[in-house]
């Protein structure tokens, strides 16, 4: 079986694969990846490629690496993406000086991570971030660690080596702020109700 390869010449080629979700959430809130991402399928695009696009095979992907499914975007300098035995994605390593992920959850909150080395097990949706590990959930906070791991099914995480956490309050309505949809409103004086304004 010939393996398919790209010397760089074509610059910014991409290999599609319709796969399982490649997904890396972060572990602040029980919030999942966005709906419908996990069944979209995976682009990539690279400078240079080589592997086999087959069975329980890995695929190395090369120079300022992009890898998207719906709204989740990696990119990082290295990626080695595993295939099982049906050709579908069960593992995905990413490197960079970080290598970083974004996703939507089903909030439309942007959920990022970064780490020099991301690797998503895609088979049981386990992310690891090793070392130096940083996650950020909009308007909700962020975790570093040596070492994140984070269960994308159940949002359970582990955060292991120099373990900190923020947490930002929830935002507060601003005073004077309109009243809320629902909220009794004034009614206008009726002429049965309200005198006629003199005019003379």
Known sequence: ????HDS???????????????????????????????NQPMNT???????????????TLTGHVVVTQGTMKATGDVAYIYLDADTQVSRIVMKGNPAHIQQL?????????????LDYDNINGIAVLTPNGVVTQQDTGDAHADKLTY??????FTGTGNVSMTY?????????????????????ASASTAPSPDLK
């Open 8 to 38: 760089g010449a074509r610059r910014g080629g991409r290999v599609v694969w319709s796969c399982v979700a490649f997904m890396l959430l972060l572990p602040l809130s029980c919030a999942h990846a966005k709906t419908g991402d996990r």
């Open 1 to 4: 079986m010939k393996p398919f």
């Open 168 to 188: 930002l309050p929830k935002p507060k309505p601003a005073k004077g702020a309109p009243a809320t949809q629902g909220a009794a409103q004034p009614t206008p």
């Open 151 to 156: 269960n994308t099914n159940t949002t359970y």
């Open 45 to 59: 695009t690279q400078d240079s490629v080589n592997g086999f696009n087959a069975p329980n095979t890995m695929t």
């Open 105 to 117: 959850d089903d909030n439309d909150k942007l959920m990022t991570g970064e780490a020099p080395n």
